[in-house]
């Protein structure tokens, strides 16, 4: 594995948005209205949750449902590819529980 | 977990910079002289190897280590706590690897 080739910036451009991921992780129970999402995530403005919704829908991971509703409804799904982004999210998710107070107590040393 | 706390956005923030991911990848079989891992990597400018190893020494991921000989050497290594890491990155790289080219495929059809 090349760290450095194409296939694999775009993996990590893909979650250097922080809120790409945080928006996959919040969809893995099934389709949610952006509402919904905003509740469950927490300190996302409407803004910048429609834009991290259309960037996934562009790389193909999210799709957007519309229902002829009144008044309309709009839902928004993991597509099959982006499923499988729930695992290594999730494994990132698990180190950063597991170090990320190692990583803190090391800036805090840095900074005496 | 919630991935909009703390810990989980320093993890996030920690590979955004798809720098220090590459870097500690290029690490993980060793300690490694700068010019050792420019080599290993390709496309990395010296400076900014240099800022990344900085950052992640910063962090507590990567020790800095001098040798005085003649010329001095020096020499950067993970920490134990920089090589947890590695099985998160090593599973990023899988899923690009296996991925990222449905993601390519899915940009191409939104630019039609």
């Keep these: 594995m090349f760290l450095a080739d ?16 945080v928006v996959v992780w919040a969809l893995r129970h099934g389709p949610r209205r952006p509402g919904q999402l905003r509740a469950e995530i927490g300190g996302i403005s409407p803004k910048v949750l429609t834009e991290t919704l259309r960037r996934l829908e562009f ?19 993991l597509t099959d590819l982006g499923r499988t982004l729930l695992h290594p999210i999730g494994v990132f998710g698990e180190w950063a529980f597991e170090h990320a107070d190692d990583v803190l107590a090391a800036q805090d040393r840095q900074q005496i």
């Design 59 to 77: 790389n193909g991971l999210v799709t957007r449902s519309t229902y002829a509703e009144a008044p309309p409804r709009v839902e928004y799904e």
């Design 6 to 21: 194409c296939q694999a910036r775009l993996a990590f451009d893909l979650i250097s948005n922080t809120w790409n991921a």
